[in-house]
Nanobody, 124 residues
């Protein structure tokens, strides 16, 4: 059983930066893929970024490419999403997710484990 605990988030002005982190509790996380999704009020949950834990290969949604960076600390089993040049449209609840596979996917239905979510608000 994997548990994901998010931290970070909060309020930031447009153009600013914020980091959200996701700590995984599991004996080993090497065969997993971790991802971030977000959901704004009245909208569908959408893919943000993912990382293949073993290789640290990453993939980003077009809307965040060049602004967000997803990295992982294998020792701490923590994934960090650094968000720069933030925009009002980045405002959402951000969810960490994980699946036991090295195949990267952007489909939320393919992820088995989910965190509780953390609010990110960008003010203008």
């Amino acid at each position: 059983q994997v548990q994901l605990v998010e931290s970070g988030g909060g309020l930031v002005q447009a153009g600013g930066s914020l980091r959200v982190s996701c700590a995984a509790t599991a004996p080993t996380f090497i065969g997993y893929t971790m991802a971030w999704f977000r959901q704004a009020p009245g909208k569908e949950r959408e893919f943000v970024a993912a990382i293949i834990w073993s290789s640290a290969d990453t993939y980003y949604a077009d809307s965040v490419k060049g602004r967000f960076t997803f990295s992982r600390d294998n020792t701490k089993k923590t994934g960090n999403l650094q968000m720069n040049a933030m925009k009002a449209e980045d405002t959402a609840v951000y969810y960490c997710a994980a699946r036991s596979s090295r195949l990267l996917t952007t489909a939320a239905s393919e992820y088995t484990y989910w965190g509780q979510g953390t609010q990110v608000t960008v003010s203008t």
